[in-house]
């Protein structure tokens, strides 16, 4: 039974809140090529732009951070924001880490990070999605999550989930 729990326990992907000491590690993930190929805007950001972000994030009470780990080591960053043109939702980001790629972690960390929003939010009834059509991981996750498909703009596909 304590080789089960172990073991159990080292399968978790564990969601903490984001904090100043995080913001390094988040900012080289985001600077990462793929994930620059992967984001709205693919240029490179500075330290400096970075950090007045990051510390802005950290203190507005419409957006959450979340930081996903695995035996202790960081995996992922989910962030939700909530979204002013619809009442109720929540716009979700996704970077899996450069090294945690392709192991199925994106779907636990979206499962997680819903969880621990809907724990810490009152008014979420929606969360929408922005994915760079060219972005197959990311598209499947969102489709495979039951995100509905409701729009493009150029390069980019919209999904929402109803909760």
Same mark, same amino acid.
């Given at each position: 039974?304590?080789?089960? #729990?172990?073991?159990?326990?080292?399968?978790?992907?564990?969601?903490?809140?984001?904090?100043? #000491?995080?913001?390094?590690?988040?900012?080289?993930?985001?600077?990462?090529?793929i994930t620059r190929k992967?984001?709205?805007? @693919?240029?490179?950001?500075?330290?400096?732009?970075?950090?007045?972000?990051?510390?802005?994030?950290?203190?507005?009470?419409?957006?959450?951070?979340?930081?996903?780990?695995?035996?202790?080591?960081?995996?992922?960053?989910?962030?939700?924001?909530?979204?002013?043109?619809?009442? #109720?939702?929540?716009? %979700?980001?996704?970077?899996?880490?450069?090294?945690?790629?392709?192991?199925?972690?994106?779907?636990?960390?979206?499962?997680? @990070?819903?969880?621990?929003?809907?724990?810490?939010?009152?008014?979420?009834?929606?969360?929408?999605?922005?994915?760079?059509?060219?972005?197959?991981?990311?598209?499947?996750?969102?489709?495979?999550?039951?995100?509905?498909?409701?729009?493009?703009?150029? %390069?980019?596909?919209? #999904?929402?989930?109803?909760?």
């Amino acid at each position: 039974m304590y080789i089960t #729990y172990i073991f159990f326990n080292l399968s978790q992907i564990v969601l903490v809140s984001a904090e100043s #000491y995080h913001s390094e590690m988040i900012w080289e993930w985001r600077n990462d090529p793929i994930t620059r190929k992967m984001s709205i805007n @693919g240029e490179k950001i500075t330290w400096i732009e970075h950090s007045s972000w990051y510390e802005k994030v950290l203190l507005d009470n419409c957006r959450k951070l979340y930081l996903g780990e695995k035996c202790g080591i960081p995996i992922g960053v989910i962030r939700f924001d909530k979204y002013h043109k619809k009442k #109720y939702a929540y716009e %979700v980001s996704i970077n899996i880490s450069p090294a945690s790629r392709r192991k199925g972690f994106g779907k636990k960390l979206l499962t997680n @990070g819903i969880r621990k929003l809907l724990k810490e939010v009152e008014d979420c009834k929606f969360i929408r999605a922005e994915v760079k059509k060219d972005n197959e991981s990311s598209n499947k996750l969102f489709k495979s999550f039951g995100f509905i498909f409701i729009g493009d703009k150029s %390069v980019m596909n919209s #999904y929402e989930l109803s909760l």
